[in-house]
């Protein structure tokens, strides 16, 4: 398992997951296009290394269906983080 | 001055080919001209015979099989179309069978979305 503590530290990779948030299931393609609507425009080869480190991370699952690479956003490793600091209630 | 004359798609079986782009997409028949085992296979966008040919090329060259298993692996289209709406094209293609690898989704000026021709390639449809 990666740090998924260095996997939030970058702001692309911040925003695939709001994109995976927003959209599960998407392919590198359609994640590209996610990041340009949002303002962002990476390669598509920088945009391939950082699903990597998220997927290291184990914050997004990839899935094989036939042909296809879909990519699934999984945020259980957060959980950690509240572990760790409990937030209180308001 | 040259002008764009063809464009071509590989494909995996050249009847299917005909089926998806003129009985499902809607392009029509320019030229079939037997060649071998082949046909040279073209069709045009409906309404406008003389313009730019969408060649259907039988995908034989080893070097096309990994290159397209790569592009579609990661949901990259061979070619886009442009079509009136694509949100009412992409649901009356996934009514007739058409597998939609990426739903119509707004990119800046324009949605799209990517459909797979059933014989080897992803198509972008936009509006």
């Known amino acids: 398992m990666g740090d998924v503590y260095r996997a939030l530290a ?59 690479k879909f990519h699934d956003l999984d945020t259980r490793p957060l959980r950690e983080i509240a572990r760790r600091w409990p937030v209180p209630e308001e | 001055m040259p002008k764009v004359s063809y464009c071509s798609v590989f494909v995996d079986d050249q009847d299917r080919a005909l089926q998806f782009y003129r009985d499902l997409l809607g392009f029509e028949l320019k030229h079939d001209v037997p060649l071998g085992e082949h046909r040279w296979l073209t069709l045009t966008a409906p309404g406008d015979p003389e313009g730019t040919q969408l060649l259907l090329e039988p995908a034989e060259h080893p070097a096309v099989k990994p290159f397209r298993a790569a592009l579609v692996e990661d949901g990259i289209p061979a070619t886009a179309f442009g079509v009136d709406d694509v949100t009412a094209e992409v649901e009356r293609l996934a009514g007739r069978g058409v597998t939609v690898v990426m739903p119509p989704t707004p990119t800046g000026p324009v949605t799209m979305a990517v459909v797979d021709d059933s014989c080897g390639n992803l198509i972008q449809l936009f509006s």
């Open chain 1, 10 to 68: 970058d702001p692309t990779r911040r925003a695939l997951l709001d994109a995976l948030t927003a959209t599960d299931g998407q392919t590198l393609f359609a994640l590209c296009a996610a990041l340009l609507e949002r303002g962002l425009s990476p390669t598509r080869q920088a945009v391939s290394q950082h699903l990597t480190v998220l997927e290291e991370a184990g914050l997004v699952r990839v899935r094989r269906e036939g042909r296809y």
